[in-house]
């Protein structure tokens, strides 16, 4: 009992911390400092600062990814085994977005530590990242009976913009906020993942018009 509770110390300090302070700035002796506890409680439990960051982002993740699959599954189930698109692309970004942005997940420890794990990919956040694709797949395939007739590697490629945007917005919300003078709402966060829906969707069933304009264009 003592050790898990030496444990979950460590984890909820670091967490802390590096939501607060980045990864960078933040040493295993301010975590120790912060979990009132000794050096090699660190170096028995986990190893290594990047051990750490990896189990923090990991614990976060798996709790992401259940969400996605968890919609994912009930819009498959709803529809005899095939979703309409935009409902699979909402599954997909919606609980990233939920999780990280809106005035009620501002204040949020775990919100703030995924945001900075969005900003700053450190080496072993891109580690897992690269690693950990299976339930991306399991969207490509849902992708794919959604829209049949795309081909594959448009599937991917509409898959991987999906995220990119909805983590782009995660990164750079304030930015946003100052460049559009506040017309941008970053606390509504139903209409940002409808528009990261809605752009993501148009750019998969419009793909082979754009591609036929341009093969006519450069013709």
């Given at each position: 009992m003592a050790t898990d509770r030496t444990r979950t110390a460590i984890l909820n300090a670091a967490e802390q911390l590096y939501a607060e302070r980045g990864f960078s700035e933040v040493t295993l002796r301010d975590i120790v400092a912060a979990a009132?506890?000794?050096?090699?409680?660190?170096?028995?439990?986990?190893?290594?600062?990047?051990?750490?960051?990896?189990?923090?982002?990991?614990t976060r993740s798996i709790a992401t990814n259940r969400e996605r699959l968890n919609e994912l599954k009930a819009a498959e189930e709803a529809g005899g085994g095939r979703a309409p698109i935009d409902v699979v692309i909402r599954a997909l970004v919606g609980p990233t977005l939920r999780g990280c942005l809106g005035p009620d997940r501002e204040g949020a420890?775990?919100?703030?530590?995924?945001?900075?794990?969005?900003?700053?990919?450190?080496?072993?956040?891109?580690?897992?990242r690269n690693r950990e694709i299976s339930h991306l797949r399991r969207f490509a395939n849902a992708m794919q009976r959604s829209l049949p007739d795309v081909p594959e590697v448009d599937i991917y490629w509409g898959l991987h913009f999906a995220l990119a945007m909805a983590h782009q917005?995660?990164?750079?919300?304030?930015?946003?906020?100052?460049?559009?003078?506040?017309?941008?709402?970053?606390?509504?966060?139903?209409?940002?993942?409808?528009?990261?829906?809605?752009?993501a969707t148009?750019?998969?069933?419009?793909?082979?018009?754009?591609?036929?304009?341009?093969?006519?264009?450069r013709a």
């Open positions: 009132g506890v000794n050096l090699a409680a660190v170096n028995y439990h986990f190893g290594s600062k990047d051990e750490l960051i990896a189990e923090l982002f990991v420890t775990a919100a703030r530590f995924m945001i900075r794990a969005s900003i700053e990919a450190v080496p072993p956040i891109r580690k897992i917005t995660i990164r750079d919300s304030e930015r946003l906020t100052k460049l559009s003078n506040g017309l941008c709402n970053l606390d509504d966060v139903d209409e940002i993942i409808a528009r990261v829906v809605t752009a148009l750019a998969l069933t419009t793909r082979r018009v754009a591609t036929a304009t341009a093969k006519t264009q």
